[in-house]
């Protein structure tokens, strides 16, 4: 890790995020998000897939 640059990291961080979402919705990687609550009809979907834009 002693020569890791900025880009390094976000491919570890993208991995650990990917794993971290497909672990906890079963292997999932677009999350629904209702910022107005669950009874609202805006929902958003979250993708965490790799690699990101």
Same mark, same amino acid.
Not at 8 to 30: A, R, V
């Given at each position: 890790?002693?020569?890791?640059? =900025?880009?390094?990291? =976000?491919?570890?961080?993208?991995?650990?995020?990917?794993?971290?979402?497909?672990?906890?919705?079963?292997?999932k990687?677009?999350?629904? !998000?209702?910022?107005?609550?669950? #009874?609202s009809? #805006?929902?958003?979907?979250?993708? !965490?897939?790799?690699?990101?834009?």
């Amino acid at each position: 890790m002693a020569h890791t640059d =900025m880009h390094d990291i =976000m491919k570890i961080d993208e991995s650990l995020i990917d794993i971290l979402m497909k672990h906890l919705t079963g292997e999932k990687t677009i999350v629904t !998000f209702h910022p107005h609550g669950r #009874n609202s009809e #805006n929902a958003l979907g979250l993708d !965490f897939k790799r690699p990101w834009p």
